[in-house]
Each structure stands twice: as structure tokens, then as C-alpha cells.
């Protein structure tokens, strides 16, 4: 039971605010957001996602750059709300087409709408996309796709104004086409978020890769769907399957650790062919989420190396280079390391020729940042920096620099080798032919070297 809802900016300003019982004070919006910016507790980092103020629970998540507030007095479940406000972000993702600031204020009747329907007096009443179309009657109004900022995993199919075929990232599930035409659509995103840890020599100490497939359909009628994956996947250490079948575990196979099925899919056939069938629901849900410990190729290899250069100076050399093919191209790479605490000034040297790579150090937090545009696969990119330090070091500088962490989207790759084979849409027309987009996008979610 929660007693109020309500959407800030990243400035702090209103943008949807739903008071269901009235038992919070009307400022608890200012003072959310007074918190959360000035949080001081831990020293710094961002405010954690429930916390008390005066009696007042407030739950938070942050989607598209918008703060999904809950407040309530009363002692409920967590982990139940963040999940609610995690879901009320995804259905009104679903009906505009474009969740941000822009996309809430212009539709602000049809999001009260979608609330009101959501919870009512407090209490969740449902979040299905699905179930929610016989109750809106709102018609969205469609914000301009063209100077849209980078929504998230899905935007990595966004080239400036160029797109990959289809438009799932932009499309409202209850809008037509100009002219009231029905472009029937479906879309699959295989979404890799892969941890890796290198050891100072360039060992790989841990990895790991937490993958989901998403699907997002536009199809009419509700038909059965047929999602074909790699023939040899296998479920489990052993290579045994989800029902303790012989699986293939061969040297080439795909082996998960574990996996987890969207209810409305059916398993009968996996042993077998290693295949899913299902009737997707409208919007964007998760088909499949997976987890996978065996080792795999990262696609990129870190060397760092940073030694001393003289009684207050030190000099850094870090080294990236792609592993993936060089029809690949990885987007918006973020290499940063921490320095030591005493480092007063820092000078970079780029290799010849570097096109679209920014450096800076930031002295408030004593990090060192380089960032690159892209990286082309099979290539390999330098950086030298050059430190100055206000007090001699004592004892090993690379106790107190380090470790060096990246992050990095890599689209149309994903590291598992997990594939769909081919996508089967069960239609009797044979004229009808929808239109299938199958993507990948590999990110990083924890992606660090020691030095």
C-alpha cells in the first residue's frame, strides 16, 4: 500500500504527482528531492533507493533520467515497490512510445489515466500492458523521434538520425501509423551485460554474463510465436537440461548456469529442438533471463601500467584493445581509474592521429577519465598521463592508484554466442508477412583491470 506517486526532473520539478490517501504532507516531493540531492550519509554516491525522512518511507528509481517516486508511512515490502515503479515506468514506456520529460508533459491526461487504473486508493490493481488497453482511451500524442537523447539499451540501434529498421524504441502500442495503417512488428533484443575482472598480468580472474531476451509486439490478434535458439544450448554446469535430460555440452556449446522463462511461455518442445513458443502480450516484456559463469572471449583486453618517474611525478600508460571482429564497432567507451589522493596535476598524451577520445581528471574525486566515441574491432588505442604529486609517495604506488574500470556498449555483438535461429510467427493468411527484427546489444556491468 503506498500513499502517494509522483515523477521528478532531474531538476526537481513536478511532473506527475498522484496523492492516493493523504496521509503524507503535500511538500514530501521537495523534500525527496532535497535528500537525495544532498545525501551526505555515506560521503558520497547516490542516495539508496529507500530511505526514511521524518516517518515518511520514500522508494525511488531512476528510468530515462526520472525520478519514479513512492512515499508511505506504513512498513511494506521493498523490493514490491521498487518493482511497482520499475513497472509503471514500463507501461507508460509502452503508451507513449518515449519515456522522458518531454514525452510525460504532453501526455500528462493519459498518464493520470494509466494511474488512476494502475492503483487505486493506495493498492495495486494491475500493470499488464495488456489489460490496461480495454481501460485507456487516450490517444498518445507522439513526440518527435528525431531529437530524442539515448533511452537506454535499446537506443544503442539509434545512429543520430538513422535507425535500425523498425521503430520499437519510439512506438506506443495503442498509436497507428499516419493514415490509421497498422504496421504489424516484432522486435527481439538479445541483452548482454557481461562483469569481467582482470588480474595485473591480464588474467582473467572472474567472469560472468547476465543476459535477457526482450520482446516487443505489434502484431494483431495475439499469434503464437516460435523462437528457435542455438541447437546446442545446455542448461546447467553439467550440461544437463531444464528437465535433467542428456544435453550437449561439446566444446562449442552454449552453456548456462540457469535461466528463468516468462509465464507465458511454453516449454514443451525445449528439450528437443530448443525452441520457445509463446503468445506475446502487448509491450515490451522479458522472454527469457539467463546467467553464465563458463568462460567466454571478453572484447576488450585492458593493460595498465603506472610507475614512477621521479620524486613527485609518475607516469600512467593505459592500453585498450577490441577483441571483437572489425565488422564491430563499439560505442561511447568510458575507461576511468582512480589516482592516488595526493595527485595535484595530470598531463595526457594521446597517440598520433586520435579522432573522437576526450581526457580529464577530476580533482574532487582524484579519477582519471578517457573517454573514446568508438572502437573499431581488432584495433588498439593508447594513453600516456603524466602525474604530479604534492607529497612523495610512500611504498608501492599501485596499492594506492586503481583499478581501472570500463564501460562500453557494443551493438549487433553479444559475447555468449547465444543466437536465434529463426523467429516463426503462426498465421493462416498466407499474404500476411510481418515484419522481424532480431537484434543484440553487449554492455558492460562491471568490466575491471588491477593494476
Given at each position: ?123 495495486v490493481q494491475t500493470t499488464s500492458t495488456e489489460v490496461l488497453k480495454s481501460c485507456v482511451f487516450n490517444e498518445p500524442i507522439v513526440v518527435d523521434a528525431a531529437r530524442l537523447p539515448p533511452l537506454g539499451p535499446a537506443s544503442i540501434f539509434m545512429q543520430g538520425t538513422k535507425r535500425m529498421p ?282 575491471v583491470a588491477r593494476i
Open positions: 500500500m503506498i500513499s502517494q506517486f509522483f515523477v521528478l526532473s532531474q531538476r526537481g520539478d513536478n511532473i506527475v504527482f498522484r496523492d492516493y490517501r493523504g496521509e503524507v504532507q503535500k511538500g514530501s516531493a521537495e523534500i525527496f528531492f532535497r535528500k537525495v540531492k544532498f545525501w551526505k550519509e555515506d560521503g558520497e554516491g547516490e542516495a539508496p533507493p529507500v530511505f526514511n525522512v521524518d516517518g515518511v518511507n520514500y522508494f525511488h528509481v531512476k528510468v530515462a533520467g526520472l525520478l519514479f517516486v513512492a512515499t508511505t508511512r506504513v512498513n511494506v515490502s521493498p523490493s514490491l515497490v521498487l518493482e511497482l515503479l520499475q513497472r509503471i515506468a514500463r507501461v507508460s514506456k509502452d503508451y507513449l512510445g518515449v519515456l522522458n520529460e518531454d514525452s510525460l508533459r504532453k501526455n500528462f491526461v493519459l498518464v493520470y489515466e494509466l494511474l488512476d487504473e494502475v492503483i487505486d486508493f493506495g493498492y523498425g521503430t520499437a524504441v519510439t512506438k506506443s502500442v495503442i498509436a497507428n501509423e499516419p493514415g490509421g495503417r497498422t504496421r504489424e512488428e516484432i522486435f527481439v533484443d538479445i541483452i548482454e551485460k557481461i562483469s569481467v575482472t582482470f588480474s595485473s598480468s591480464g588474467y582473467i580472474l572472474t567472469s560472468e554474463i547476465d543476459g535477457t531476451i526482450q520482446m516487443k509486439s505489434y502484431l494483431t490478434g495475439n499469434p503464437e510465436i516460435r523462437l528457435a535458439l542455438n541447437d546446442d544450448l545446455s542448461i546447467g554446469r553439467g550440461g544437463r537440461s531444464i528437465y535433467d535430460y542428456s544435453g550437449s555440452s561439446g566444446s562449442g556449446a552454449v552453456i548456462l548456469d540457469d535461466c528463468n522463462f516468462h509465464e507465458s511461455v511454453h516449454l514443451d518442445s525445449f528439450d528437443v529442438d530448443r525452441t520457445l513458443t509463446l503468445v506475446p502480450s502487448d509491450g515490451e516484456f522479458s522472454v527469457m533471463n539467463y546467467r553464465m559463469t563458463q568462460e567466454f572471449k571478453p572484447p576488450f583486453r585492458i593493460n595498465a601500467l603506472i610507475e614512477e618517474a621521479g620524486t613527485l611525478k609518475a607516469e600512467v600508460i593505459l592500453k585498450v584493445r577490441a577483441e571483437f571482429p572489425s565488422s564491430v564497432t563499439a560505442n561511447t567507451v568510458q575507461v576511468q581509474i582512480p589516482l592516488p589522493t595526493y595527485t595535484t596535476r595530470v598531463s595526457f598524451e594521446l597517440e598520433p592521429g586520435a579522432v573522437g577520445q576526450t581526457t580529464d581528471f577530476k580533482e574532487t574525486n582524484k579519477r582519471l577519465e578517457w573517454g573514446l566515441k568508438k572502437i573499431v574491432g581488432g584495433s588498439e588505442h593508447t594513453l600516456r598521463a603524466r602525474l604530479t604529486f604534492s607529497q612523495e609517495s610512500h611504498g608501492n604506488i599501485t596499492r594506492e592508484a586503481g583499478p581501472v574500470s570500463m564501460t562500453f556498449t557494443i551493438p549487433m555483438y553479444n559475447a555468449s554466442r547465444l543466437q536465434v535461429k529463426y523467429l516463426q510467427i503462426a498465421k493462416k493468411s498466407k499474404t500476411h508477412n510481418p515484419y522481424r527484427w532480431v537484434r543484440y546489444v553487449t554492455q558492460a556491468n562491471s568490466y
